[in-house]
């Protein structure tokens, strides 16, 4: 029974990618050192797994920015936009066409979330432009794993999943370009088969609905080319995220060696499974959560590995991550601080791969004290009386149909809000600005002790009214306070919320250089005392223009958390959507009259399959109104959602009920907007303008030509002017900028529509 992940954390222990990556990018770290530090990194997580007893090492799972990316420069689909674009090295031009170019004016490939992950990938743009085919890194790496000692696994995207996921530009149909990606993934399985007993070919795109007839007809011809050339029994077809659902024939029928499956997500898929797996056909179990921050219930994963050795035997099963450990944190060893009944309960990426060899331990050698241990374990855990607040349960059965709905319909409310007197083309930020080393050192001070609260909340505060004369300097209609005091929109509720608990160094990637800590809902969910207000009346009190409240919504706190195991997640998500209710209403009574409630992840949350993602959007949107609706009609409410393709599910955003939606539009051109031709959206729209996950600075000019755009689908009356997302991550010589030209923008629009 041989045993594999499918994949382990890119960034380091110690966040050493994030470093080496930003380092690099400033001029600070020579392409050589920054090469050595990605190299030994490579041999870190080889070791790790090896040290585990896997049979396989994974190799093509490190990536400088994104997986997607490395595939799209091998394939040599580069945009015509970056056809003229001089770089001194193919290390510059690829970060080029992660980042954008800033130096040329040229934009970043568009960025969108991965499946339903918080991961962030670059989307191919398939034009009418000659290809020319490039390397992938996977080749050198798996020579290299091999030499030191390693039996690699190399894992690649598959061309289908490729496909599936980029976007034609001018009117080409991109299926037609199969040809081209077959003799490149035919050139690379053929010069990796002669290092490997295995590759890994990813297609999660079968555990969903994206693959259209004219594709899956394909399907069986290609993977018989792709099988034939790489000399047969060494492909692993690697589906993951869901079960498969309409499309098992078609990967049961693959010819590959091997078929890899998500037991996770897909728990009830194996009966089908085995029923038509072909007789010579591997079958890899992905067992152990390749998402999720909890220990494995070996009792429960052991029936399903003993199903599966009953019909096709020992020899003929794998075991393995449900999908590759990009999204847990590293190593749980140096998270003392936790209480020990949350710790006992969970496995990193480290753990996760020793979970895998002690199934395999259960399996083949009967070792049933660590299956005792195990449950024991998880006993203990459920016991444990922060599970289960009786109050909470009680309060959560009781919300009723009217706790979900505002107080009188859009054009009511609308008119209610007159007395905003906001201009048109109101000109806003989504509520984040430039986190400066100065405000980062003021918080790890005053978190370590070195600062009294009171010179802490004076530090806040200068930040604060810093950020308000800016606002106003720039001629914003609608002000933020910053946030100077969040260190991320999540974990900072989280923190003051009851049920949750945080990691030292818990840390995933998020995309390229940016990671995340998400919190860890262990226990039932409640708000400790009022979260906000404080500072938020404290911004308000130095302007005369509105400031909004600033929230993030019970969905995106849920998806952007490890949440418990042991309740669903829609009970999970009321608990967290009354806490934010009850924030509202403490804002509302305070006197801020625009609120902000952030659900940035409600489409990634979103199930892969239709009948799936009805159920989810039924509880989720209604979790947003619970949170959002009490308030009255005067009171504005605003939600924002960035990176996430959502045309269909415009309907459901539509029934969130919200006065005004801002959007990621900028690196799609106001593509997302062509939902609106054909849907009739009451409220208003913010499509943004500015892309802030690039370091260019867009001139006024091409603002001016996006707002035109979606004045084509949005009534002048309803357009708001603002940024894609929050600007966090940016500096602020080239947040300032921006957003100087962001005002001249709106202020031209309004002068020529004589608004």
């Not at 390693?150 to 530009?169: C, D, M, N, V, Y």
């Not at 490997?196 to 969903?208: A, D, G, K, M, R």
């Not at 690039?694 to 996006?706: C, D, F, H």
């Not at 002048?716 to 602020?732: A, S």
């Amino acid at each position: 029974m041989r045993t594999h992940v499918l994949g382990f954390p890119s960034i380091g222990k110690g966040r050493e990618m994030k470093q080496a990556l930003e380092s690099f990018w400033k001029g600070n770290l020579s392409a050589d050192a920054f090469t050595e530090t990605c190299t030994e990194l490579k041999k870190r997580h080889w070791r790790i797994q090896k040290d585990s007893c896997l049979d396989y090492v994974t190799t093509g799972d490190f990536s400088l920015y994104d997986r997607m990316l490395d595939i799209t420069c091998m394939l040599g689909a580069i945009p015509s936009r970056f056809a003229s674009c001089s770089y001194d090295s193919p290390l510059d031009r690829y970060f080029g066409l992660a980042r954008g170019d800033a130096k040329r004016n040229v934009s970043a490939l568009e960025m969108t979330k991965w499946f339903d992950t918080n991961y962030h990938y670059l989307v191919p743009e398939i034009g009418g432009d000659p290809w020319v085919a490039g390397r992938h890194p996977i080749v050198e790496d798996t020579k290299l794993a091999k030499k030191i000692g390693f039996s690699p696994k190399p894992a690649i995207i598959g061309p289908f999943t490729w496909l599936a996921l980029a976007k034609a530009q001018g009117g080409i149909l991109k299926w037609s370009r199969m040809n081209n990606v077959v003799s490149a993934y035919e050139k690379l399985l053929a010069d990796l088969a002669p290092h490997c007993v295995c590759i890994q070919i990813e297609e999660p795109v079968l555990c969903t609905e994206l693959l259209p007839d004219v594709a899956a007809n394909q399907f069986r011809a290609v993977y018989a080319i792709l099988n034939a050339a790489c000399g047969r029994e060494k492909l692993m077809l690697t589906t993951y995220f869901g079960p498969l659902g309409r499309n098992l024939e078609l990967a049961v029928g693959s010819g590959c060696a091997i078929v890899h499956i998500d037991m996770v997500r897909g728990k009830k898929q194996l009966d089908d499974v085995l029923s038509v797996l072909p007789r010579k056909t591997a079958l890899s179990l992905g067992i152990v959560d390749g998402r999720n921050i909890w220990k494995t219930d070996y009792s429960q994963a052991m029936s399903h590995i003993e199903q599966a050795v009953s019909a096709i035997g020992n020899e003929r099963v794998l075991l393995g991550s449900s999908c590759s450990l990009l999204h847990c944190p590293v190593d749980l060893e140096e998270e003392t601080a936790l209480p020990e009944h949350i710790r006992n309960r969970m496995a990193f990426a480290v753990q996760k791969c020793a979970e895998i060899t002690a199934l395999r331990g259960i399996v083949e050698h009967g070792d049933h004290a660590a299956l005792e241990e195990n449950t024991a374990l998880l006993k203990i855990a459920a016991a444990h009386p922060d599970s289960r607040i009786d109050a909470i349960r009680e309060r959560t059965a009781s919300v009723s149909s009217a706790d979900l709905s505002r107080r009188s319909a859009y054009p009511e409310r609308r008119a209610a809000q007159a007395w905003l007197n906001l201009p048109p083309l109101p000109a806003t930020t989504i509520g984040s600005f430039p986190q400066t080393a100065a405000i980062r050192k003021t918080r790890m001070e005053y978190n370590r002790g070195r600062m009294s609260e009171a010179d802490y909340v004076d530090a806040i505060r200068r930040e604060i009214k810093d950020c308000i004369e800016k606002q106003e300097k720039l001629g914003l209609d609608v002000l933020v306070h910053g946030e100077a005091e969040r260190n991320d929109m999540v974990e900072y509720f989280g923190q003051q919320l009851g049920g949750f608990c945080f990691t030292q160094n818990g840390w995933v990637q998020s995309y390229g250089s940016r990671c995340v800590k998400p919190p860890v809902i262990f226990g039932d969910v409640y708000r400790k005392h009022t979260m906000t207000a404080d500072w938020i009346l404290y911004a308000q009190s130095l302007t005369q223009k509105p400031v909004k409240g600033m929230l993030t919504g019970p969905v995106t706190i849920l998806c952007w958390s490890f949440v418990r195991d042991d309740l669903e997640r829609s009970e999970v998500c009321k608990q967290i959507a009354l806490a934010i209710r009850d924030e509202v209403h403490d804002l509302e009574k305070a006197g801020i009259r625009i609120i902000q409630i952030d659900e940035a992840a409600l489409r990634e949350g979103m199930p892969l399959t239709r009948a799936e993602a009805e159920i989810y959007l039924q509880w989720a949107v209604d979790a947003f109104r619970l949170a959002s609706s009490g308030v009255e009609d005067s009171t504005q409410l605003h939600t924002h959602m960035c990176y996430s393709e959502f045309n269909s599910i415009l309907p459901w955003i539509a029934r969130m009920d919200a006065d005004v939606l801002s959007i990621e539009s900028s690196r799609s051109g106001m593509e997302l907007l062509d939902a609106f031709a054909g849907f009739q959206y009451q409220a208003a729209v913010g499509p943004g303008i500015y892309d802030i996950h690039s370091p260019r600075v867009p001139t006024a000019e091409e603002m001016e030509g996006l707002l035109y755009k979606a004045l084509r689908y949005i009534p002048k009356e309803r357009l708001w002017v603002n940024p894609d997302c929050g600007l966090k991550t940016r500096q602020w010589d080239e947040a300032y900028p921006a957003l100087e030209n962001m005002v001249s923008a709106a202020l031209q629009i309004r002068k020529r529509l004589e608004l």
